[in-house]
């Protein structure tokens, strides 16, 4: 499975690739938005910055609505860097932008999806990427993760190449979860990569191997 981080602070991102397990990055206009205002620094440099902190694709969304308007935004934000991957959001329009973006070989992910119809549309329009947002289906009282099997087969049944990635993620079990069922990348919250490392009995284990330790030494010649 690949692991995307889903923030745009470039201090999270850096933090996340020292780690040595990112593949790749997704913002949205909320994520960017906050970065811009804890930075005060322009959008197109705060996507260069993280492009150049993972070798790996960048989600990045404008936002028009309209076919035209999502490819002319599109096209500005994929010159910043070749890593950038277009988040398109899951509309008839979007799916249009989708075949423009394809013929310019601009790599896209649909957004937004909360259906398997949804995703079997934007696989056959040739999406590169999809997201289900199961946290908020969850929120909603649906299952996410049932979501994502399904889409899962769907595109297995139909060989697409389209890339499931697992979006809008709460907690660890939601990773563990979307392993167990083979989605191809989860992209997590900064929190949420943090608390995957953490179990109560590795950190009692080394404090007991540092005691034992320190113990023996008082016996050394
Ligand atoms: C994915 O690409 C989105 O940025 C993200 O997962 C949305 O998650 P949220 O439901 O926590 O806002």
Redesign the pocket.
Known sequence: MKFFI?TANVDEIREAASLGVLDGV???P??LGREIERTHRRPEDILREICEIVNGPV?AEGVSLDAEGIVKEGKELAKIHKNICIKVPMTPDGMKAIRKFRSLGITTNT?LVFSCNQALIAAKAGTNYL?P?I??LDDAGHSGMELVDQILTMLENYEFDSQL?V???RHPLHVVEASLIGAHIC?IPFKVIKLMFKHPLTDQGIKRFLEDWERAKKFKK
């Open positions: 889903d997704t913002t949205n909320t994520l989600s957004t997201s947002f946290g908020r990635i979006a809008s993620i992209t």
